[in-house]
């Protein structure tokens, strides 16, 4: 396994606290659950009641989360992770907002799927079909996320042109001497794309990107 270029800063599961009447089970993942585990842990009653009195919502079907926390990026993450299935993973912006980079956020959470599960893009939710590669996955906040060098060369072929290129330009800044590195990593990536779709847009900002001082990265890179 290749280490790491920028080494994730790992944090255990954040056990939440209950925020909401009758309190919220301590063992979801940043305060989401599937509706069938709330169910098992609180009762069914219960859980109808909290939704129906809008003190906890249901983002995508199968999923509830704290009213308190709906808008939170963690859950909302942990919840499309909980929809996706447990072979998703967290790419493209939501992946590489993940690993840091101040210009990826959006609200929308992508996440990928292997094309053996069938599932469909909702509101605020795009989903995304490809070959995942566990090698590939790193965990961030308890949460299955690209590596960063897979997520930005997901972003500068289906993202936002100003957006993909900013993040790049972050990675490279903070990666330092490492930035070219990288950026062969990524020009590989993007070599061995079997999805050609957006390839050529994306080798042209990878050329462009420069470095120049940005905030600091968390995630890790493979």
């Known amino acids: 396994m290749t280490a790491n270029i920028i080494s994730p800063e790992m944090r255990p599961p954040v056990a939440v606290e209950p925020d909401v009447p009758g309190g919220w089970p301590q063992s979801s993942l940043h305060g989401a659950m599937t509706r069938r585990d709330a169910e098992r842990a609180l009762g069914r009653a219960e859980v109808a009641t909290g939704l129906a009195e809008g003190d906890w919502v249901e983002p995508w ?13 963690l859950t909302r993450a942990s919840a499309a992770l909980l929809r996706a299935g447990p072979h998703a993973v967290l790419s493209g ?24 599960r069938e599932l469909r893009s909702q509101p605020d939710l795009v989903i995304h079909q490809a070959w995942v590669r566990e090698c590939d996955v790193v965990e961030l ?6 590596a960063l060098d897979v997520a930005i060369c997901e972003l500068l072929c289906t993202g936002e ?3 993909a290129l900013d993040c790049l330009e972050q990675a490279l800044a903070q990666l330092g001497e490492a930035a070219e590195r990288f950026r062969a990593l990524v020009a590989e990536r993007l070599a061995r794309r079997r999805d050609r779709r957006g390839t ?8 462009l990107a420069w470095s120049r001082p940005r905030g600091v990265l968390v995630g890790g890179v493979r």
């Open 61 to 73: 079907y199968g999923v509830v989360v704290p009213v308190a926390r709906a808008h939170d990026p």
């Open 93 to 116: 912006a939501t992946a590489v907002a993940m690993h840091g980079c101040d210009f990826a956020a959006d609200g929308v959470v992508h996440v990928t799927i292997p094309y053996d």
């Open 141 to 146: 906040d308890g949460l299955r996320t690209q």
């Open 161 to 163: 042109q100003r957006s």
């Open 200 to 207: 050529r847009r994306a080798t042209a900002l990878l050329q």
